[in-house]
C-alpha cells in the first residue's frame, strides 16, 4: 500500500465516493436526474460497488452533512471518514472560514488519490475528477460503453450511458 501523495492515485487504500445529494442538486434537474440525484439511489449503488473491492475504508464527499452521517450508518461494515472527520478542531474552524467552493476543492483533492472513485452522472465535480483520475490509466478505450455512464479501472460514473455528453465533450482533465 503506498501512501506516497506524488503519485496520481494511491493504490489499495481507500474507496471514494462523491455523495452528491445537496438540495441545489434538484432545482435544475430533469426527472430522470432527480431520481440518481436520491439519497437511497446513490447509497445503494455505491456500497454494492465497494462490496466488489477488498477497501475497508471510505472517504465521502458531501456538502449533505446529514446524508453523509446516514451513509456512515448504513456503511457501518466499513470505517468511514469525511474531510471534517480528517481534521483536528482547529484546521475545522479554518475549514469553515473558506467558501462553500474551497471547502469543496479539498474533498476533491483527497477523491483525487482515491483507489478507487463513484459518483453520480449529473454532477460535474464527479466528472472532473473521473477524467483527471482517467487520463494515468494505461487502458484508455471502451471506458464510455458499459452499463454505467462511465467505468474503468479506477472510476465509476452512475447513471444510464448516453446522459450528459456535454461532460466528456466540454470538461478538460
Do not use: C
Not at 44 to 72: C, D, G, H, M, R
Not at 97 to 122: R, Y
Amino acid at each position: 500500500m503506498s501512501r506516497d501523495l506524488s503519485l496520481p492515485f494511491l493504490s489499495e487504500t481507500f474507496f471514494g465516493a462523491h455523495l452528491r445529494t445537496e438540495i441545489d442538486a434538484t432545482r435544475s434537474l430533469s426527472a430522470e436526474d432527480g431520481f440518481y440525484q436520491r439519497y437511497e439511489f446513490q447509497s445503494i449503488l455505491y456500497l454494492k460497488k465497494l462490496a466488489s473491492t477488498n477497501l475497508t475504508l471510505i472517504y465521502v464527499a458531501s456538502s449533505n452533512e446529514t446524508e453523509a452521517a446516514q451513509f456512515t450508518r448504513d456503511a457501518a461494515a466499513y470505517s468511514v471518514t469525511t474531510k471534517l472527520m480528517l481534521l483536528n478542531a482547529e484546521d475545522r474552524e479554518l475549514l469553515s472560514n473558506l467558501s462553500w467552493g474551497q471547502q469543496a476543492v479539498v474533498g476533491f483533492l483527497v477523491l483525487t488519490k482515491s483507489s478507487k472513485f463513484v459518483g453520480i452522472g449529473h454532477s460535474s465535480f464527479t466528472w472532473n475528477n473521473a477524467l483527471q483520475r482517467h487520463r494515468f490509466l494505461d487502458k484508455k478505450k471502451d471506458y464510455l460503453n458499459r452499463p454505467e455512464l462511465l467505468s474503468d479501472e479506477l472510476n465509476t460514473v452512475f447513471e444510464e450511458p448516453g446522459v450528459h455528453p456535454e461532460y466528456t465533450t466540454y470538461l478538460w482533465p
